[in-house]
């Protein structure tokens, strides 16, 4: 599915990635978790291939093309989603819009017939259900006066919308309380296939009890430190990093 | 006292428009060109008594022409006039609208212009507040690209007190074009407890696109409240990374976040249409 080879990435003249590993076959949910800073975010961004990171060496490829040449429309045409860390508001564009402009463009660029409002808004009102997004918060502008944690669920419900195939998520759960945290959970849960995938970046082992990742890998500056199975998350919720960063110092 | 019977027509083609006392109209002025000769229009406009006009104006055309557009309106007491510009003419046209409007007691005039033709196009608005409790609205949005040059310049006199005047311009610039909005806002001695609003905000979509923004508050009276502010920006990068992270294609997502910078000018004219 994914195949991360050597990456690394330059943010203004600071390299932030540095020689990062990583593979993900299809059906697997892979977490990563590391320190503040470590790059999760940036390894998200170039992913989605956001202006202003610089990859200057390694490769990225999805089912065999290579995202580096892609914009990022084009990495979504072929099945890939980021889940914001910190989701982008945009007064004036209201949310049923920006579903159904997404959606579509999705469908044409794939050669698929274009939903029709009334086809648009059944799907929406089945997804909406399912993350218990409020009539309300369709109503706004994307991302506009909803709370932190109503942010994170719009997040969920546009990948369930769009049905990605590698979904990275950048701490979906932060700020979630613990109803919000199930149902997060739930709307990855429903999407899991033995073709999907998900990168799932956290700081907390309370995600990873609802999601049961198959793999979990620690970066540390940049690169990948360790990688393990469940075991590692409890280790980290115990002990901290300090042991798996010293390991590279 | 406001006249009740029409200035005389001057030009070729005119157009007296009366709304008696309690009455309500609409009316729909189109100007579709294609003779390429220039015009000169003339509108009188009376709303009466508690009258209501809703008024919509159209200009198009082809060729290269000039336009002139005189346009006296008169609201009397309570009276309401909704108005809605369309100046969609060619891209070699010279459009210049001149606007006179007197307002008498608690009457309300409400407008939007939308401008996109013409490669060059003024907007020149004398409003009097002469009735207290009037208020007055101009809405203008500016969608030019090329070498268009759009101006408006809007002077409002509140010569009585308690009266509102509001002037909100959206401008989308793109390639050479220049917009350019003068609002001026003059309160007399009289004028108190005025209450005068004044933004304009110019999206600039290329390095060489110009907005020139110039407020005037010129006030006499010590009782009001008067603000104005203007802003000039690109697309916000993280919004357009934000869509087309989302499938979006890179000029829909511009389009998107275009129309969401002046959607809100269409608040109370729904149906108009860029
Ligand atoms: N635009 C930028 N310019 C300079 N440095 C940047 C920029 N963006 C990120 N960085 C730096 O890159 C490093 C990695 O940031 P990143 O956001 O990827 O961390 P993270 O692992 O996601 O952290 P967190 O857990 O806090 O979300 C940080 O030191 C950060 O300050
Ligand atoms: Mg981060």
């Known amino acids: 599915m994914i195949k991360i080879k050597n990456l690394t990435v330059e943010v203004g003249d600071k390299q932030i990635l540095n020689g990062l590993n990583l593979e993900l076959k299809s059906g697997e949910v892979h977490a990563i978790m590391g320190p503040n800073g470590s790059g999760k975010s940036t390894l998200s961004y170039v992913l989605a291939g956001r202006e202003g990171y610089k990859v200057t060496g390694g490769s990225i490829e999805l ?22 860390q910190y989701p982008i508001e945009i ?3 209201q949310m049923t819009t920006f579903l159904k402009t997404a959606l579509n463009s999705l469908r044409k660029a794939r050669g698929e017939k274009e939903l029709d409002s009334l086809a648009m808004l059944k799907l929406i009102k089945e997804k909406q259900k399912l993350l218990g997004i409020t009539d309300d918060m369709l109503k706004r502008p994307v991302n506009v ?4 944690g109503e942010k994170k669920r719009n997040e969920v419900l ?4 769009l049905e990605p195939i590698f979904s990275v998520l950048d701490e979906t759960d932060s700020g979630l309380d613990i109803d919000a945290l199930k149902i997060v959970a739930k709307g990855i849960n429903t999407l899991r296939s033995p073709d999907r995938s998900f990168l799932v970046i956290t700081h907390y082992q309370r995600l990873l009890d609802y999601i049961q990742p198959d793999v979990i890998h620690i970066l540390s500056k940049g690169r990948i430190v360790k990688t393990g199975g469940a ?9 901290g990093y300090a042991e798996f960063i010293e390991n590279v110092a | 006292m406001l006249p009740k019977t029409p200035t005389p027509l001057t030009s070729d083609e005119s157009a007296f428009i009366h709304v008696k006392a309690g009455e309500s109209l609409k009316e729909n002025l189109a100007f579709i060109r294609n003779d390429s000769k220039d015009h000169s229009i003339h509108l009188n406009i009376i709303v009466e008594e508690e009258a209501t006009l809703e008024l919509i104006e159209t200009y198009g055309g082809n060729g290269s022409y000039t336009t002139n557009v005189e346009m006296d309106i008169f609201l009397h007491r309570n009276a309401v006039l909704k108005h809605l510009k369309n100046q969609n003419e060619s891209q070699e046209c010279v459009h210049n609208n001149i606007v006179s409007i007197h307002q008498d007691k608690s009457s309300s005039y409400s407008s939007l212009l939308i401008n996109k033709g013409s490669k060059n196009s003024h907007y020149n608005v004398r409003s009097i507040l002469q009735g207290e409790f009037s208020t007055c609205t101009f809405k203008g949005i500016n969608i030019l690209k090329e070498k ?10 509140h010569q009585v007190p308690n009266c509102e005047s509001f002037q909100f311009y959206r401008s989308v610039l793109d390639d050479w074009s220049v917009g350019s909005f003068e609002g001026r806002v003059h309160v007399f001695k009289e004028g108190q407890k005025t209450f005068a609003r004044q933004m304009s905000n110019a999206l600039l979509l290329s390095p060489t696109a110009t907005m020139f923004t110039r407020p005037e508050l010129e006030i006499y009276a ?13 697309l916000d990068q993280e919004q357009l990374f934000y869509l087309r992270s989302r499938g979006i294609p890179e000029n829909v997502a511009k389009n998107l976040l275009i129309e969401a ?9 729904e149906d108009a249409k860029l």
């Open chain 1, 63 to 84: 089912d065999g093309i290579n995202l580096l040449d892609l914009s990022p429309e084009e990495r979504a045409v072929i099945g890939l989603f980021l889940a914001f």
């Open chain 1, 91 to 93: 007064p004036g564009v």
């Open chain 2, 222 to 234: 010590d009782d009001v409240e008067c603000n104005h502010g203007a802003t000039t920006g690109q």
């Open chain 1, 145 to 148: 006066g909803f709370s932190g």
């Open chain 1, 231 to 239: 075991e590692l998350a409890l280790e980290l919720e115990k002990n």
């Open chain 2, 261 to 269: 910078f002046i959607s809100e000018m269409f608040e109370g004219f």
């Open chain 1, 158 to 161: 546009q990948m369930a919308m």
């Open chain 2, 148 to 157: 268009q040059k759009a101006k408006a310049t809007i002077a409002i006199e």
